[in-house]
């Protein structure tokens, strides 16, 4: 399932806030970036971005599959996060991980 529009994050205006003003966290799967929501922004929910490179999965199926099985594990933890702005970056080793083993790592990474 994909994430909806209201958790989405437009990387075309957000990337530079989130690099400037982010805290990063290292995992084993992901790197996440994560910021305050803008006070200009009305938003009680968290918003995500998921970026996959050419360099890390050459194939458009590969980076597709990638933020396919991201999105669906941030659905699951929708409810247990705080509201802000995330910046997620997943790694290849995901293509060959069991989903139980990158929930896990997702819930661990996540700023409390």
Not at 4 to 18: C, I, V
Not at 81 to 105: F, G, H, S, V
Request: no cysteine.
């Amino acid at each position: 399932m994909a994430l909806s529009g209201a958790h989405r994050l437009s990387l075309r205006f957000e990337r530079d806030r989130l690099t400037k003003t982010g805290k990063t966290v290292y995992g084993k799967f992901f790197t996440i970036v994560s910021a305050d929501i803008p006070k200009d922004k009305d938003q009680n929910t968290p918003r995500f971005a998921i970026i996959t490179s050419k360099k890390m999965a050459p194939l458009a199926t590969d980076r597709n599959k990638i933020k396919r099985i991201t999105s669906g594990i941030l659905e699951l933890l929708l409810s247990s996060l705080p509201p802000k702005d995330y910046l997620i970056i997943p790694k290849r080793q995901i293509l060959t991980e069991n989903n139980q083993a990158i929930k896990e790592d997702l819930k661990n990474i996540f700023p409390k």
